[in-house]
């Protein structure tokens, strides 16, 4: 199950970007940075989907949007390629911040251009794809037909794109004539893969050959057949995905967060131990036992990403959990007309004069309150019978006993 998570950061003008993180919900092979389209967004169909289907491979994803589009805060008609670069950037330090240095960067269509010309600054990222991407960002100049010779004499000008109106400055133009170069593609020194569909009619396969001569090796080409330039159809972005995942397997070292998070694909655990891993340096961790994962996080709010169940929401989660369970055992071997339960519980500090039956008298005390709600034809008696076997579940009784946690260091 994939978890998509909000998140904003500042680009160099101090304006709020926005984006959303696509994480798996295991383990974490590797980073992630996705650039969109010209004038699209992060919700793109194609940048949903690509995200997504590598996330479910285990890659984390974040796609974002660029100054003035989407729900990040600036002018699109203050904006240029450079700026482009620049949210890229800063795209990557907020990874690197919070998680670990994207180690794979991807383009669709104007946004591969971007990573193409943003990857030299980028010396952790260790492979690039482009999706239907011109070699260099200057050949978005077509698109804007004649208001693009009206630039020659004109400031700015409105031009409709996807059915939209954007203002667009004399200074895009010129910021475009600053890349249209490809010597960053052949000073690269990264892996580099390649997609792009032969009728594409927005942005010719002929780009995609520009790009590949200029590339050094390691460097690949796939075909997208009869996919258009959005990948509109789904099956397209979910080919894109798992083609780019093992692809970039060859090139990236999985243990590349190994300095913030550890490697559990070949741990052993026995029955009955939990591990917890840190997956950042910040609050996520991952939770392994002999069959099953988890993320335990913290809310954005507290510092966290907010990936998963706080420590506390996990604990109430074993009592929910197991009184749950309990209830279902006794009403099932006892043929009671127990149709559904439901658990709510809530924890809270209160100070120890509110606890009249406690014997000690600390500052503070830790209180759950457990609220469970019986569906069926249940008798009064039934109803307190199942009361008093749900004060009998084993997680219960454990946190009701005097409990011993020994800690020890160990290599």
């Known amino acids: 199950m994939v978890s998509a998570t909000k998140v904003s950061f500042k680009n160099q003008q101090g304006e709020l970007l926005s984006g959303v ?12 940075l996705f650039a969109h389209c010209f004038t699209c967004s992060k919700d793109n169909l194609a940048a949903v989907r690509i995200a997504r289907a590598l996330a479910n491979l285990g890659i984390a994803v974040l ?8 729900n990040s805060e600036g002018e699109f008609s203050s904006t240029n390629f450079s700026s482009n670069l620049q949210d890229l950037l800063a795209a990557a330090n907020y990874l690197e911040q919070k998680y ?10 104007f946004g591969g251009a971007a990573v193409l010309a943003a990857a030299q600054d980028l010396p952790e990222a260790k492979a690039v794809v482009t999706i239907g991407a011109p070699a260099t960002a200057a050949h978005v100049k077509h698109l804007f037909g004649d208001a693009y010779h009206e630039l020659q004499v004109k400031q700015s000008v409105h031009v409709e794109l996807g059915g939209r109106s954007f203002g667009i400055q004399r200074q895009f133009i010129d910021d475009l004539e600053r890349y249209n170069s490809i010597a960053h593609i052949q000073s690269l020194k990264k892996a580099l893969l390649i997609f792009h569909s032969p009728v594409d009619d927005v942005v010719s396969i002929d780009e ?19 996919a258009d330039h959005l990948l509109s159809n789904a099956e397209d972005s979910r080919y894109v995905a ?30 009955g131990s939990v591990v917890v891993l840190e997956r950042d340096k910040k609050f996520t961790r991952e939770i392994l036992t002999q069959d099953h994962r988890l993320i335990s996080d913290e ?7 907010d990936l998963g169940l706080n420590p506390y929401e996990l604990l109430l989660a074993a009592l929910g959990s197991c009184t749950s369970m309990t209830l279902r055992m006794y009403a099932n071997h006892k043929q009671l007309d127990l149709q559904d339960i439901r658990v709510k519980l809530h924890h809270s500090r209160i100070h120890a004069e509110d606890c009249d039956g406690c014997e000690k008298r600390e500052p503070l005390l830790d209180r759950i309150t457990r609220h469970i709600q019986l ?12 009361l008093e076997i749900a004060n009998q579940c084993p997680v219960h009784k454990t946190l009701k006993s005097q409990i011993q946690v020994e800690t020890t260091l160990t290599n």
């Not at 993180?21 to 992630?32: H, I, N, R």
């Not at 995942?245 to 655990?269: C, E, G, H, P």
């Not at 569906?375 to 199942?386: F, I, K, P, Y």
């Open 21 to 32: 993180l696509e994480a798996p919900a295991g383990a974490v092979k590797s980073y992630a």
């Open 63 to 70: 796609r974002f949007d660029f100054t003035g589009l989407g």
């Open 100 to 109: 670990a240095a994207p180690a794979l960067l991807i383009g669709h269509s």
């Open 208 to 226: 995609a050959t520009r790009i590949y001569i200029a590339a050094k090796h390691p460097k690949s080409f796939v075909s997208l057949d009869r």
């Open 242 to 271: 798992e083609v780019l995942s093992a692809w970039a397997s060859r090139y990236l070292d999985v243990n590349q967060v190994a300095d913030k998070t550890a490697d559990s694909s070949d741990m052993i655990i026995e029955s």
């Open 299 to 305: 809310p954005i709010a507290l510092g966290g990403a």
């Open 375 to 386: 569906t069926g034809n249940l008798t009064d008696q039934q109803r307190a019978r199942l």
